[in-house]
């Protein structure tokens, strides 16, 4: 069975850093590329991020470019993303999801909540 | 960037009746699309991909169509674990937009 568990979500005040995880377990987690999606309380969902199985690939939406980097450690099944010069708008639940056939999202974590607030 | 218009923002539909959402992209994303449900404080899951392949364990009820630009979700025969959020997804190439999202709620 494919589990995504996230970790180190918490309140955080502007201009600050965050690391964000998320362990893999259930699948052979060096073969497939990640994502990081996100929602903002009460809005839709966010694509961030794409990692390729390899790390060879990385990309980016515009409103955390230059301000996230997605990263993994293929030996810990364990996919990161570095949140730095955090915004109140970057408040949301952050979801891992594995890369399925196509940019596809075919199994997602349960998310961690990021609160960006002074 | 691809965008994704998707219609209805909301909808109230009776256990057993067939809904639609629409999903419209502002390109051709040659049938690379997918949709999720997310039910309130859940994550979203997988249902469809490549328009009208339904992922591993969705009821057949459940069925996508379209090409080209114009995409939609049907849902027959509604269960109760069905009032949930539905989002279409561009799976072309990044930045991958989402559609705005159809509340779908019992009437």
């Known amino acids: 069975e494919v589990q995504l568990v996230e970790s180190g979500g918490g309140l955080v005040k502007p201009g600050s850093s965050l690391k964000l995880s998320c362990v893999a377990s259930?699948?052979?987690?060096?073969?497939?590329?990640m994502h990081w999606i996100r929602q903002a309380p009460k809005k839709g969902l966010e694509w961030i991020a794409l990692?390729?199985?390899?790390?060879?690939?990385?990309y980016y939406a515009d409103s955390v470019k230059g301000r996230f980097t997605i990263s993994r450690d293929n030996s810990k099944n364990t996919l990161y993303l570095e949140m730095n010069s955090l915004r109140s708008e970057d408040t949301a639940m952050y979801y891992c999801?594995?890369?399925?056939?196509?940019?596809?999202?075919?199994?997602w974590g349960q998310g961690v909540m990021v609160t960006v607030s002074s | 960037d691809i965008q994704m218009t998707q219609s209805p923002a909301s909808l109230s539909a009776s256990l057993g009746e067939t809904v639609t959402i629409e999903c419209l992209a502002s390109?051709?994303?040659?049938?690379?699309l997918a949709w999720y449900q997310q039910k309130p404080g859940k994550s979203p899951q997988l249902l469809i991909y490549?328009?009208?392949s339904l992922h591993t364990g969705v009821p057949s009820r459940f069925s996508g169509s379209g090409s080209g630009t114009q995409y939609s979700l049907k849902i027959n025969s509604l269960q109760p674990e069905d009032f949930a959020s539905y989002y279409c997804?561009?799976?072309?190439?990044?930045?991958?937009?989402f559609g705005s999202g159809t509340k779908l709620e019992i009437k």
């Open positions: 999801a594995k890369k399925g056939y196509n940019n596809y999202f075919d199994y």
């Open positions: 390109e051709d994303i040659y049938d690379i």
């Open positions: 997804q561009n799976g072309l190439s990044a930045p991958l937009t």
């Open positions: 490549d328009a009208s």
């Open positions: 259930g699948f052979t987690f060096s073969s497939y590329g």
């Open positions: 990692i390729y199985y390899d790390s060879s690939n990385k």
